[in-house]
Structures are given as structure tokens and as C-alpha cells.
């Protein structure tokens, strides 16, 4: 893999977790969870590293009664979450590429 | 994972993503419609004296606030019109039309805050385009998601 390969979403489920909340303003845990097929506790750490990489925002809100936790992709980690997949798709073309050649 | 030094299978995963969120992401003709009306009476605040033009957009306010609220509880996650550039079009036809409600009142109106018969037809007008609007913009999302979920990325 090459340099433009982002670390931090080098992980599927962080890349997933990014790619869905590149398509959305906020997205609550549980659903995030749902969409990503992830366990409670694998989801919380993936969103810690994101967090400590400053991608994400998490905050806290009531509703129903109940304690939610709400995640939203920063500007920096939209940015990211672009670039790791524009070097995604560059490899993929260079793979195609040397495939052809040969 | 064994897709972690696979970039074409890094790239299905956030084509899976794309398409479990498809099947989530799904706006009723009411919340079209709220949209639309919200945008009208924008619009109409123009052409009525300024009490009950502050009261419009109190209202106006309060729907954007309860439609958020709404969306999050129903959905759990909110999008915002702005947000998918595949979408934008859409977005930019609500923009004028509500700009040409705006233009058109200025014309028809003896002045601002003062009103005109042909108010109500041109906040209809701004309703009628502005729903159409949001639903034509959930057609675009679907379609960006259903683009990138068969792989050939997002835009």
C-alpha cells in the first residue's frame, strides 16, 4: 500500500464507519452499529480512534428518557475519508493497469 | 481482515456500507411536503405586515428545528439538503424557486411587508416546486448511493 493510505482508516470498520458518515450530517451509535455489523464494544473503540485522530465528534444527547451517543464526521476526517479513497481507487486503477500490461 | 491489503475489497466494503444505508434512507411525502411548506412560508412572510411576518418565521425556525428532531428520532441519523453533492441540483432548484417566490412578490407587491392577492398563488407556486424538489433530491441520493454500492463510486 502506498503513503495516501490513511492509518487510521486502514481498518475495514473504521473505513466503513467513515464512509457512512460521510453521507450523513450525525448518526446515532446504535444505528451505526446496525449498518457496520459491528458489536457494541468494537464499534467503541474504532470510534475512540477516530476520535483521537480528531475525524469524528461524539456527542451525548437525551432522548426518550435515554442516554444516546451521536457521531459526526469532522472536517478533517471528511477530507481523509476522500483522499483514503481516492488512493483506494488509484490503486485499484494501478492494479488493473499492470494486469493489462502483462 | 483479509480485505485490509486489498484495496478493490476495502472498496466493497464502503460499497456494502452504501447499500445497507440505501435501504435505510427513505423520506415520506409528508416530510417532502414540509419542506415545501416551510420554504412557502418563507416566502410569504413578504408579503404580510411585519408582526405576523415575525411570526412566520418563528414558525419557519421551528419547523427546521422540529423536522432535525423528527428525522433524528425516527431514523436515528439526519442529512442535511446540502450535504450529498450528487444531490445538489436538487438543492439549488429549491434555492430558486423560493428566490424567484421572492422576486416574484417584490414585483406583484405595492411593497414589502404589504399584501397581495397573489401572494397565496406564488407561496403555492414555491410549495408545489420546493416538495417536488426534495423528492427529485432523494432520487439523486438513492442514486449516488446505488452508484457507489454497485462500485462505481460515490460522487
Known amino acids: 500500500?502506498?503513503?495516501?493510505?490513511?492509518?487510521?482508516?486502514?481498518?475495514?470498520?473504521?473505513?466503513?464507519i467513515a464512509a457512512m458518515l460521510a453521507r450523513v450530517d450525525d448518526a446515532e451509535f446504535a444505528i451505526i452499529k446496525d449498518v457496520v455489523e459491528v458489536s457494541d464494544s468494537v464499534l467503541s473503540k474504532h470510534l475512540s480512534a477516530l476520535s483521537e485522530a480528531a475525524y469524528i465528534t461524539v456527542r451525548k444527547a437525551k432522548r426518550d428518557g435515554r442516554q444516546r451517543t451521536w457521531v459526526s464526521l469532522t472536517p478533517k476526517g471528511r477530507k481523509a475519508f476522500a483522499a483514503h479513497m481516492k488512493a483506494l481507487h488509484e490503486l485499484v486503477a494501478a492494479a488493473q493497469h499492470a494486469v493489462a500490461a502483462e | 481482515?483479509?480485505?485490509?491489503?486489498?484495496?478493490?475489497?476495502?472498496l466493497d466494503a464502503v460499497a456494502q456500507t452504501d447499500r445497507r444505508l440505501a435501504k435505510r434512507m427513505h423520506w415520506s411525502l409528508p416530510r417532502h411536503a414540509a419542506a415545501g411548506l416551510l420554504q412557502a412560508l418563507c416566502v410569504i412572510s413578504w408579503a404580510v405586515p411585519i408582526p405576523l411576518a415575525i411570526v412566520t418565521i418563528l414558525l419557519v425556525v421551528g419547523g427546521?428545528?422540529?423536522?432535525?428532531?423528527?428525522?433524528?428520532?425516527?431514523?436515528?441519523?439526519?442529512?442535511?439538503?446540502?450535504?450529498s453533492r450528487a444531490a445538489r441540483p436538487a438543492f439549488w432548484l429549491a434555492i430558486a424557486a423560493t428566490?424567484?417566490?421572492?422576486?416574484?412578490?417584490?414585483?406583484?407587491?405595492p411593497g414589502l411587508h404589504m399584501w397581495t392577492p397573489l401572494g397565496v398563488p406564488i407561496a403555492l407556486g414555491v410549495f408545489v416546486v420546493v416538495t417536488a424538489s426534495s423528492i427529485w433530491w432523494e432520487r439523486l441520493y438513492h442514486a449516488d448511493l446505488d452508484r457507489s454500492a454497485s462500485g462505481a463510486g460515490a460522487t
Not at chain 1, 500500500?1 to 466503513?16: N, S
Not at chain 2, 425516527?74 to 450535504?83: A, I, L, Q, T, Y
Open chain 1, 1 to 16: 500500500m502506498t503513503a495516501d493510505i490513511d492509518p487510521v482508516l486502514h481498518a475495514p470498520a473504521r473505513l466503513q
Open chain 2, 1 to 10: 481482515m483479509a480485505y485490509e491489503n486489498d484495496p478493490r475489497a476495502a
Open chain 2, 64 to 83: 427546521v428545528v422540529w423536522i432535525s428532531h423528527s428525522d433524528r428520532k425516527r431514523d436515528g441519523m439526519f442529512v442535511n439538503g446540502w450535504s
Open chain 2, 99 to 109: 428566490l424567484a417566490g421572492f422576486a416574484l412578490l417584490a414585483w406583484a407587491a
